[in-house]
T-cell receptor
Framework: GENVEQHPSTLSVQEGDSAVIKCTYSDSASNYFPWYKQELGKRPQLIIDIRSNVGEKKDQRIAVTLNKTAKHFSLHITETQPEDSAVYFCAASKPGSQGNLIFGKGTKLSVKP | DSGVTQTPKHLITATGQRVTLRCSPRSGDLSVYWYQQSLDQGLQFLIQYYNGEERAKGNILERFSAQQFPDLHSELNLSSLELGDSALYFC??????????????FGEGSRLTVL
């Protein structure tokens, strides 16, 4: 089945710097790649997603890129703020999987003021 | 507030016991997913139901079972509990039918502690 690897497991940046989190997936049939943010003690929430027919998607300070050939996708956060501190999970899903997502193990992002 | 309700929020029990976790999906959502979150293990997919029927199974132990009722709420039953079952159990729902995958809306989770 699908396997999603995520790196790094922890990331510390200064406020205002950029942060990049990378994920690789194993199943070339996967076509949906969301990113979820989980603040401490809270539920995961979708922040951005990308489908396999698109190479890049932006939403304000957040962007996701997808390289289907290499089977990896990345989350880019620019001008980081302390409130960006959280655990970020990437995930992958493929057609016929009934929508269930296979998640990476998460990246704990700390933004230092 | 995601609209997904999970009860109980916290549960402490002993090894060998059985517990039931309950989930009410967002109004109108037909799919319910159960995920287990352990320390350093991310979100492990357990099982999915769609409109009362099991649709997909992940890494769910035989000691665990689930069902979705006609009113679309779902229950996850965990039996013969072991220390390693201690985790945060999330329920999520989506509108998804047989079409394109979309956003999962997570509940606040049920934290299970097995002593």
């Amino acid at each position: 089945g699908e396997n999603v690897e995520q790196h790094p497991s922890t990331l510390s940046v200064q406020e205002g710097d950029s942060a990049v989190i990378k994920c690789t997936y194993s199943d070339s049939a996967s076509n949906y790649f969301p990113w979820y943010k989980q603040e401490l003690g809270k539920r995961p929430q979708l922040i951005i997603d990308i489908r396999s027919n698109v190479g890049e998607k932006k939403d304000q300070r957040i962007a996701v890129t997808l390289n289907k050939t290499a089977k990896h996708f990345s989350l880019h956060i620019t001008e980081t703020q302390p409130e960006d501190s959280a655990v970020y999970f990437c995930a992958a899903s493929k057609p016929g999987s009934q929508g269930n997502l296979i998640f990476g193990k998460g990246t704990k992002l700390s933004v230092k003021p | 507030d995601s609209g997904v309700t999970q009860t109980p929020k916290h549960l402490i029990t002993a090894t060998g016991q059985r517990v039931t976790l309950r989930c009410s999906p967002r109004s109108g959502d037909l799919s319910v997913y159960w995920y287990q979150q352990s320390l350093d293990q991310g979100l492990q997919f357990l099982i999915q139901y769609y409109n009362g029927e099991e649709r997909a199974k992940g890494n769910i132990l035989e000691r665990f079972s689930a069902q979705q009722f006609p009113d679309l709420h779902s229950e996850l039953n965990l039996s013969s509990l072991e220390l390693g079952d201690s985790a945060l159990y999330f329920c999520a729902s989506s509108v998804k039918t047989s079409g394109v995958t979309g956003e999962l809306f997570f509940g606040e989770g049920s934290r299970l502690t097995v002593l």
